[in-house]
């Protein structure tokens, strides 16, 4: 009779294990090979960890492209390309609402993840989204006329269809409350990460790499895409007024695609006095990235909307300096680890560029607060976070 209920008991275990497997659809459409921003690292960085560590779950990768095989990152992942590439309004819709329902519809996933805030609405397959931030709802003149307009249609409509939403601050998820009216309860809050490969350097690491930008000479850093959000416009005001108050040959380092270069941000730039100070590297494999990160003076993060702000945790692994703005979700990522200006304020970032280059000992202060802030947010943390919000979106 014992020999019974445990070969019962076996059973249950087995069969208990056997619905809980989960076949899951991911639109994987931004993880391009050399091209990953900040959504691309959200996407590489947590599903990495996911298909790996749940190797009894299988997973889709809808690719709109040809793929590099290093984004198959283990046996449980069947790669699925679907044409044509979802890169405008028109081919959003076209991938959304026709190629993907057909897709859905023969593999019968039991969801549909998209990491990058789109979702099929024609689609009955349960799915769950991932706004990173509703910057397009606070200032869509810095968006392309179609594109925000097809941001500002179709977005409350996929926070209301989604069975489950993740975002990457307790700022957005307030905000897309707050925009689209959904319950708090069917929102998590997963937080981003930053990479190992962002540590410190030795100072002949960090000479070597002074010499080979800047001529051996110190400089502050803006690290991400050149879009008006971003706030380039007053970090050129800023950095004039701090060299012309403080003259020195500290420099001042871009790095980013000019993707979304406007008018405006030229016109700041050719009205500097000091523009032969700034220094353009254009987009940096991630590997070189971390090293002028790791030498850099301080990272000017200054931006006027984020729903996270990755640069800033990575500048903590670096032990870099931070100085970023009062608003949105930086206060939350930076904490007590950075000084916070006023982004509307060429004075105010001027006067914190000020106090990272005069004194060592507010830059010590804010590299050991860094410290401590960095445990706070890792890559493994957000996919942990996210498996949670994908399990409770499978049974919703």
Not at 204 to 209: G, H, M, P
Not at 340 to 345: N, Y
């Amino acid at each position: 009779m014992a020999t019974f209920y445990n070969n019962l008991k076996n059973i249950q275990i087995f069969a208990t294990k056997l619905n809980k497997l989960m076949n899951i659809a991911v639109n994987t459409r931004l993880l391009i090979r050399d091209r990953l921003e900040g959504i691309g690292w959200f996407t590489y960085e947590t599903l990495k960890r996911i298909t790996t560590q749940h190797p009894e779950h299988h997973f889709y990768f809808i690719f709109d492209r040809e793929y590099d095989p290093a984004f198959i990152f283990s046996d449980n992942i069947t790669p699925v390309i679907q044409y044509p590439q979802a890169r405008h309004p028109v081919l959003y819709y076209t991938w959304f609402e026709y190629v993907i329902p057909k897709l859905l519809d023969r593999l019968k996933p039991d969801l549909f993840l998209s990491t990058d805030g789109f979702l099929s609405l024609k689609s009955q397959v349960p799915s769950m989204v991932v706004f990173h931030d509703l910057n397009f709802e606070h200032y869509p003149e810095d968006i392309p006329f179609w594109t925000r307009r097809y941001y500002r249609k179709y977005s409350p409509k996929y926070a209301e269809k989604a069975n489950r939403i993740a975002t990457v601050s307790e700022f957005s998820k307030q905000d897309i409350i707050r925009q689209y009216h959904v319950s708090a309860d069917k929102i998590d809050v997963v937080y981003d990460g930053a990479g190992d490969i962002y540590h410190p350097l030795t100072p002949d690491e960090k000479s070597a790499v002074r010499e080979a930008y800047t001529d051996g000479l110190p400089y502050f850093i803006f690290i991400g895409s050149l879009h008006p959000r971003k706030n380039l416009v007053n970090l050129f005001r800023a950095f004039d007024l701090f060299k012309k108050s403080n003259p020195s040959e500290v420099k001042l380092m871009i790095v980013g695609a000019r993707k979304w270069w406007t008018r405006d941000i030229d016109f700041a730039y050719n009205r500097m006095v000091f523009s032969d100070d700034v220094i353009f590297t254009g987009r940096l494999q991630v590997d070189e990235l971390s090293k002028v990160l790791g030498s850099a003076l301080a990272l000017t993060y200054v931006s006027y909307f984020e729903g996270f702000g990755i640069p800033i945790v990575e500048a903590f692994r670096c032990d870099v300096p931070v100085i970023t703005s009062t608003v949105t979700s930086m206060p939350e990522v930076a904490g007590d680890a950075a000084l916070l200006v006023d982004p509307f304020s060429p004075e105010s970032i001027a006067e914190a560029l000020y106090k990272a280059y005069q004194y060592e000992s507010i830059r010590e202060e804010l590299i050991q607060r860094g410290r401590r802030r960095k445990e706070r947010f890792s890559w493994q943390q957000t996919a942990d976070r996210l498996w949670e919000s994908i399990e409770h979106a499978v049974k919703s």
